[in-house]
């Protein structure tokens, strides 16, 4: 790379960027240019001579992978850039899997299964041996598996392990049997689950030394993005590519650690040093998001946890406003001072809605906010939500697909063979999946030779078998010859969906009339995208089907015909950026998690999100709490977040005094009241149990006190002050009425003019 382009980064940067002589940890604080320095680093190891085929590069969203593939494309050239083995763990590795799949007893078609179809399956295994879902549920079990898989935890571990010792605690000891047979049921079907990419991955290396060392050679040079969200089988298998060379380059901020939920192990990164002998650490601080405040107010909270990597993170930028906190009286009036400010900036700054985001910790909290927004006509919309793919319409077709692809998939298999009703019901296939396992072959193989294995069915219903797998087969032989796009339409039309969701008018429809269009269009671009790029060996139902198993909701770009303002979850939020963040919720019941608030460990995760939170903003921060919440059917009183303290305080200003905000008093844990916490040692697996997420903690609430209603002897004149529970304060502009069909105009300071009936009014005077 010239000079020229190295002059292009800030000290830091060029240092992180020119070590290439062993491990490398980069920390790379909120808006440090992280991708910048992966980019450019690929980009400097091209024209040191490394050959793109060797440089391996995992990232954990298709959409990084594109955007990095782009900006080292416009750095050295489009022909390099498309030959770097880059893209997401579990796409990367399902390409090396597919090629070594014998090596590990699967064919290569295997499909993989998405979080539903392996909670189908666990259902469907808990129904067989009978046992109680009220006890095993499916979702919670298939969680636990995937979660053991994260942890290396193969299923004939599991039974002698903490794991299966904890299940017997909790009245679950039939969890590793379930395992087994899980196990067992996918390497019938040819499927593999998602974790199972990353697993087997490991197995294949672990087990097989002559494949591992021709990866090791194939990929001379890795580099991982954000390295504090991998998990255990993650961080194991770049240890297996790197153990010898040590060419590793991981980048990160532990700071921003927040999905321990998903398997995440921020120990990962706060113990690479260890992991990987003689790792160098570089950092990288200069944000170049933010204002200085901002940056400021974030490193003050975050300095509050005990375990991190120490840095200072700066700004250059201009020095910008303090945060601001508005507390606010209830729900109702948040949602009012958050859509006053959108609209009180965007007069003042000239800016679009999609400048704004509102950021939460639940999802729940979306309500209030989308209602006010609606009545102040903001347009909006919720990040995330069911993803295309997940619609019932899609699903179905695609499980065609699958089925075509590899008919051996059970899940898909057992969607759509009676879908639409062809007179193959539930008990037909109940004893196909019964006659299946005595034999321990998929159900395909038994409607492949149903006499062979015995079925005993009737001669009408053994008719319609014989239709539908005549149905696959004709479909599964035209694989080689069609498309995806030409196969894909063909079995729309003749497999009768086309029919059934074209049957009526009625709107809900005519929306999945509309989605099984664009479905297909997508198919036709995905097969002249492929062809106009030249990879015209990649345009198969196969190929296609692979790509939709590894889209991600993280990857929707979402809808961006009109400007709209953003409302999303924290977790949702991590790696985009606003000129305008509403963090909202700041209470003790909300944010921190009341199921957060028992571990020190789990507690400086929230504090995390917070700053995740935080340093999304570029030019404002503003952070809501509300005093009162209509939760449960009736109102409930919560008190700020303990955070809200652990700010600088003259980097904070707080708003509406009237609510006794005291930064002095907020509340602050007790430590002696915590577990102590404590580092996950990565070996040996066995003692790598994480518990069940406890159950949902009933929080210690206070009811709402109720505020005396001001008429008669009390007396309410035109001019007084009164302090409105969901309102917030207001001043009496009007009295009208006698009794109790008094009516009192108010001018609320945030929610604007309301008429009260007073006997239904919950108010108290204050001036």
């Not at 679009?352 to 989308?370: G, P, V």
């Not at 069909?741 to 001036?767: D, E, H, M, P, S």
């Amino acid at each position: 790379m010239s000079d020229c382009l190295l002059n292009e980064l800030n000290e830091g940067q060029r240092r992180a960027v020119e070590y290439c002589d062993g491990p490398q940890l980069v920390i790379a604080g909120a808006g440090s240019g992280k991708t910048r320095v992966l980019t450019y680093k690929i980009a400097y190891l091209l024209e040191r001579g490394m050959v793109p085929w060797n440089i391996l590069a995992l990232t954990f969203t298709n959409k990084a992978a594109r955007e990095m593939k782009e900006r080292i494309g416009r750095l050295v050239g489009q022909d390099s850039a498309i030959r770097l083995q880059m893209g997401t763990f579990h796409s990367v590795f399902a390409r090396i899997l597919r090629a070594e799949a014998s090596h590990l007893g699967y064919g290569s078609n295997f499909t993989i299964y998405d979080q539903a179809d392996s909670r189908s399956l666990v259902k469907s295994i808990i129904k067989e041996m009978q046992l109680d879902e009220k006890v095993y549920k499916p979702a919670s079990v298939a969680d636990r598996i995937s979660m053991a898989k994260n942890h290396l935890l193969l299923p004939q571990q599991y039974g002698n392990s903490s794991w299966a010792a904890d299940d017997a605690q909790h009245k679950r000891p039939m969890i590793s049997h379930i395992y087994i047979r899980y196990a067992e049921r996918c390497r019938q079907a040819n499927a593999m689950d998602f974790d199972d990419l990353l697993v087997q991955t490991f197995v294949l290396f672990h087990n097989h030394e002559d494949i591992r060392e021709k990866y090791v050679q194939r990929f001379q040079y890795v580099l991982v993005d954000e390295y504090q969200d991998t998990n255990f089988a993650q961080q194991e298998i770049v240890l297996l590519l790197t153990r010898e060379h040590g060419r590793v380059c991981v980048v990160g901020d532990d700071a921003q650690s927040i999905y321990s939920f998903r398997g995440a192990n921020i120990d990962n990164i706060l113990n690479f040093q260890k992991m990987f002998q003689g790792a160098q650490l570089f950092k990288l601080e200069q944000n170049y998001r933010s204002t200085q405040l901002i940056v400021q107010a974030a490193n003050s909270l975050i300095r509050k946890n005990e375990r991190q990597i120490q840095k200072n993170v700066f700004s250059e930028n201009e020095q910008g406003e303090r945060l601001t906190l508005k507390p606010a009286y209830s729900d109702k009036e948040e949602a009012i001072i958050v859509c006053n400010d959108i609209k009180r900036i965007r007069r003042q700054e000239g800016c679009e809605y999609s400048d704004f985001a509102i950021l939460y910790r639940t999802n729940a909290q979306s309500r209030s906010f989308e209602e006010q927004m609606r009545k102040d006509n903001i347009p909006y919309r919720i990040y995330g939500g069911l993803s295309f793919y997940q619609r019932k319409e899609i699903k179905d077709v695609i499980a065609y697909f699958r089925v075509v692809a590899n008919p051996n998939d059970e899940e898909a298999l057992r969607r759509i063979i009676n879908y639409p009703t062809r007179g193959i019901g539930d008990t037909t296939v109940g004893k196909i999946v019964e006659t299946a396992n005595l034999h321990h072959v998929s159900l395909w193989q038994v409607i492949l030779q149903p006499v062979v294995f015995d079925l005993t069915l009737s001669k009408g219903i053994l008719s319609k078998l014989e239709d539908f797998k005549t149905l696959i087969k004709g479909w599964t032989d035209r694989q080689k010859a069609e498309d995806a796009y030409e196969l894909g339409h063909s079995i729309v039309m003749e497999s009768g969906i086309s029919k059934e969701i074209y049957s009526s008018t009625n709107p809900e429809d005519l929306s999945r009339q509309e989605n099984l269009e664009e479905f297909l269009g997508g198919m036709q671009d995905f097969v002249e995208s492929r062809k106009e790029e030249g990879r015209e060996d990649e345009i198969g139902l196969s190929d296609f089907l692979q790509e939709v198993a590894l889209l991600t909701d993280l990857d929707s770009d979402g809808d961006e015909e009109q400007s709209k303002v953003v409302l999303m979850t924290i977790h949702a939020a991590k790696g985009l950026e606003f000129p305008t963040v509403f963090v909202v919720g700041l209470e003790e019941n909300i944010f921190p998690s009341p199921m957060c608030v028992n571990s020190m460990r789990e507690l400086e995760e929230e504090r995390r999100l917070l700053y995740v939170a935080i340093t999304r903003a570029e030019k404002h921060c503003i952070l809501t709490c509300a005093q009162n919440r209509f939760r449960y059917g009736r109102m409930e009183y919560d008190t700020p977040s303990r955070f809200i303290k652990d700010f600088d305080r003259q980097l904070l200003r707080v708003e509406g005094a009237g609510l006794g905000i005291d930064m002095k008093s907020t509340l602050r844990p007790k430590i002696s009241n915590f577990r102590p916490s404590t580092s996950q040692n990565p070996r040996p697996v066995a003692t790598q149990f994480v518990s069940d997420p406890k159950p949902r903690l009933v929080p210690v609430r206070h009811e709402a006190p109720q505020p005396r209603s001001a008429i008669g002897d009390i007396g309410l004149k035109e001019g007084n002050i009164i302090e409105h529970q969901r309102f917030g304060v207001g001043t009496v502009i009007k009295l009208e009425g006698t009794g109790e069909n008094t009516k009192a105009t108010v001018a609320f300071k945030n929610a604007g003019t309301k008429q009260l009936l007073l006997k239904f009014a919950r108010y108290t005077v204050i001036g």
